[in-house]
């Protein structure tokens, strides 16, 4: 029998550098929209992708109509919406309900990767996806035992960023198994840019920024967007998007890291705990899969 390869790894790499994200991101805090600086994000990729964009747009013609679809959900949805909907839903002034109801993203992408993707899970799967999911509620919350859900119209915008980047990560396993990781690359942010510009036209946000601005935006979108991305399609092509939804949880735990090296953040005793479990949890489902009988099972045929 032939050995199925796995590179949860290496999307649990690329999460990581999304956890660079709130480092590079901080310089900005406060001097930009944040519709404006996911704009930047996006135009800053495409110029850089821009010898790339030829071979990516005959890709896309070339692709299967579900595929095209796919790739205009990811790029509008997943890159853009989603981070607009995610920031709009701290902007209600409730910080605690955002964090809570981006934990449904893993159970998001399981759900839509059975009914697109006709993956299932064993049920050892669980036996890291909850120690994975505690985890990441761990660190997401000083005081895990007294988080609250309180702004509905917060609730709503959250759940809604949720399901986006759910179905990102199902229907980029899905698109990566036809399309070149680096083609999915440069249409996530090619249709990512129009629709991140339409959203500072809807929210009246500023286009331009200062020169200083723009050694931070290049930063932001070469590594935790670009680069990340590249590894990310990459991992994902040979990654069930079950399994891989769980790697994408290092992006938190990367997080905290920083911020208690950078940013003088200082983590209570439970972050602590949680940021452990989910390195754990992450590699051990890793080291699992690589075995003769893995715990997410794929459609073949």
């Given at each position: 029998?032939?050995?199925?390869?796995?590179?949860?790894?290496?999307?649990?790499?690329?999460?990581?550098?999304?956890?660079?994200?709130?480092?590079?991101?901080?310089?900005?805090?406060?001097?930009?929209?944040?519709?404006?600086?996911?704009?930047?994000?996006?135009?800053?990729?495409?110029?850089?992708?821009?010898?790339?964009?030829?071979?990516?747009?005959?890709?896309?013609?070339?692709?299967?109509?579900?595929?095209?679809?796919?790739?205009?959900?990811?790029?509008?949805?997943?890159?853009?919406?989603?981070?607009?909907?995610?920031?709009?839903?701290?902007?209600?002034?409730?910080?605690?309900?955002?964090?809570?109801?981006?934990?449904?993203?893993?159970?998001?992408?399981?759900?839509?990767?059975?009914?697109?993707?006709?993956?299932?899970?064993?049920?050892?799967?669980?036996?890291?996806?909850?120690?994975?999911?505690?985890?990441?509620?761990?660190?997401?919350?000083?005081?895990?035992?007294?988080?609250?859900?309180?702004?509905?119209?917060?609730?709503?915008?959250?759940?809604?960023?949720?399901?986006?980047?759910?179905?990102?990560?199902?229907?980029?396993?899905?698109?990566?198994v036809r399309t070149a990781p680096r083609d999915v690359t440069v249409l996530r942010f090619l249709?990512?840019?129009?629709?991140?510009?339409?959203?500072?036209?809807?929210?009246?946000?500023?286009?331009?920024?200062?020169?200083?601005?723009?050694?931070?935006?290049?930063?932001?979108?070469?590594?935790?967007?670009?680069?990340?991305?590249?590894?990310?399609?990459?991992?994902?092509?040979?990654?069930?998007?079950?399994r891989a939804t769980l790697a994408e949880l290092a992006f938190p735990a990367t997080a905290t890291v920083l911020g208690i090296a950078f940013l003088g953040v200082s983590p209570s005793?439970?972050?602590?705990?949680?940021?452990?479990?989910?390195?754990?949890?992450?590699?051990?489902?890793?080291?699992?899969?690589?075995?003769?009988?893995?715990?997410?099972?794929?459609?073949?045929?």
């Open positions: 029998m032939t050995q199925v390869r796995d590179r949860t790894w290496l999307v649990a790499v690329a999460a990581a550098l999304w956890g660079t994200d709130g480092l590079l991101r901080a310089p900005l805090a406060g001097a930009l929209p944040a519709a404006t600086v996911v704009f930047w994000e996006h135009l800053i990729a495409v110029v850089v992708l821009l010898p790339l964009v030829p071979a990516a747009v005959r890709a896309f013609r070339a692709a299967p109509t579900r595929d095209r679809v796919a790739i205009l959900v990811i790029g509008a949805g997943s890159s853009a919406l989603a981070t607009a909907l995610f920031t709009a839903a701290f902007a209600s002034g409730d910080a605690l309900t955002p964090l809570v109801l981006q934990k449904l993203q893993p159970l998001v992408a399981v759900v839509a990767a059975a009914a697109l993707l006709g993956e299932r899970v064993r049920a050892g799967y669980w036996l890291f996806a909850v120690p994975a999911l505690v985890g990441a509620w761990l660190v997401a919350f000083p005081d895990p035992l007294a988080v609250q859900v309180r702004e509905l119209g917060a609730a709503g915008l959250a759940v809604g960023a949720a399901v986006l980047w759910g179905f990102g990560t199902v229907l980029g396993r899905m698109v990566g249709v990512g840019l129009p629709a991140s510009a339409v959203i500072v036209a809807v929210q009246g946000a500023p286009l331009a920024v200062s020169p200083g601005q723009l050694g931070p935006l290049a930063l932001l979108a070469l590594i935790p967007g670009l680069l990340a991305l590249v590894l990310y399609y990459v991992g994902l092509r040979d990654t069930p998007a079950a005793p439970t972050q602590w705990i949680g940021l452990l479990v989910v390195v754990a949890a992450i590699t051990a489902l890793g080291l699992r899969e690589r075995g003769s009988e893995p715990v997410v099972l794929t459609r073949t045929g």
